[in-house]
């Protein structure tokens, strides 16, 4: 059977440097999302271990609501939800399945969503089953937002508002003003949707995110994703129990997906509470602030205020091959391009983890200004 047309889509993407191919971990990670070095410590695998010993399954056999349902699920959801501060907690496989659940179910018609013009491709991909219409944002500009919800209802719209925004944005390292969101939120009944994924384990009082403040409201809906700083994988969406129950009832992202393996959600609990001792944090925070100097220093750039360093180069060529002259050197960078990123904006992404220590920082810095001279 040819595949004709597949092969001149791919050709396509590859004339136009933005061919995607799988690569093997090598060198020494700026790459990855396990920012407080959780994935492969011997606390998870500990937890793991203990899991087993004590019979918990690696698959769930099935959906939730049939036999799926484990009582670690259901420990881990109490256990998220008071961790966090939410009236309750629902655990999902992926953070990219709840987020599909989010949107493809909460609003309604009648309603309206507006988000931030950078959310991630999983809001996108909830928002093409949603019922309600949705609009883009500019990034950060709390009082588009604002003025656009004043529109609305001044032409009569009667439904509920949802915005949708990130905590820490995952390819740009920027936060937006929660406080500020949550207020216009109150100001016109509106539900303010945070997807903290970059956030969570990482930044707030005990590593709770950016959100932790406003958690527990009844308009504040949270996402926190398990599969980076917390390094296992699933994700909670937490909010109150009858956002909870709706999504058990209603959301076909859970209700037709096997459940999250029980092994996982076992060492998860373990991650969280990990996750809340300060060391890790503390020393992910100072490499974040030395990594701000040196990127400066040698390399002229001025870093975001967080763990994900973007260093935009704007060509796709020149961003592949920037990426390659450090993956020659030993370091595992990566090259980000469109459609993933908006054109003209191809870039590095340097994730910073607590696995990495100061001289190697430097070390790739020096590397970078090199390979940036080398140009064209």
Not at 89 to 118: C, K
Not at 124 to 132: I, M, P, T
Not at 226 to 241: D, E, M, N, W, Y
Request: glycine content about 8%; overall charge neutral.
């Amino acid at each position: 059977m040819a595949y004709d047309e597949f092969e001149l889509q791919l050709r396509a993407l590859d004339e136009r440097g933005r061919y995607r191919r799988l690569h093997s971990r090598t060198g020494i990670d700026f790459t990855s999302n396990d920012y407080l070095g959780l994935a492969e410590s011997d606390e998870l695998r500990q937890a793991a271990i203990e899991a087993i010993a004590r019979g918990i399954p690696v698959g769930a056999g099935g959906s939730r609501l049939l036999r799926g349902n484990h009582p670690e699920h259901e420990a881990l959801e109490i256990e998220a939800a008071n961790h966090f501060g939410a009236e309750s907690a629902l655990y999902f496989g992926a953070g990219y399945t709840a987020n599909h659940a989010i949107f493809s179910t909460l609003p309604q018609r009648g309603d309206i969503v507006l988000h931030d013009e950078l959310v991630h491709a999983s809001v996108h991909e909830g928002l093409r089953r949603c019922r309600a219409p949705h609009e883009s944002i500019r990034h950060n500009d709390v009082d588009a937002f604002a003025e656009r919800l004043a529109q609305w209802r001044q032409a009569g719209s009667r439904g509920r508002p949802w915005i949708a925004v990130e905590s820490v944005y995952s390819m740009d390292g920027d936060s937006p003003a929660l406080a500020d969101l949550v207020a216009v939120a109150d100001r016109f009944d509106a539900v303010l949707l945070i997807d903290e994924a970059h956030a969570t384990g990482v930044l707030g009082p005990d590593g709770r995110g950016l959100a932790a403040p406003f958690e527990g409201r009844d308009n504040v809906i949270t996402l926190h994703t398990c599969g980076k700083a917390l390094g296992t994988s699933g994700g909670f969406v937490l909010g109150p129990k009858i956002i909870r129950d709706f999504l058990v009832n209603r959301a076909r992202p859970f209700i037709f997906a096997t459940a999250p393996s029980p092994l996982i959600a076992a060492v998860t609990r373990a991650a969280l509470r990990i996750s809340r001792e300060p060391a890790r944090r503390e020393r992910l925070a100072h490499l974040v602030a030395f990594a701000a100097r040196q990127l400066k220093a040698r390399c002229g750039i001025d870093a975001s205020p967080s763990h994900i360093l973007p260093v935009i180069v704007g060509a796709d060529a020149k961003v592949v091959a920037l990426a390659s002259a450090l993956q020659a050197q030993g370091f595992d960078t990566r090259a980000i391009r469109p459609p993933t990123v908006p054109e003209g904006t191809a870039r590095l992404r340097i994730a910073l983890t607590a696995n990495l220590t100061e001289a190697v920082i430097s070390e790739l810095f020096d590397a970078l200004a090199i390979a940036m001279r080398g140009l064209p």
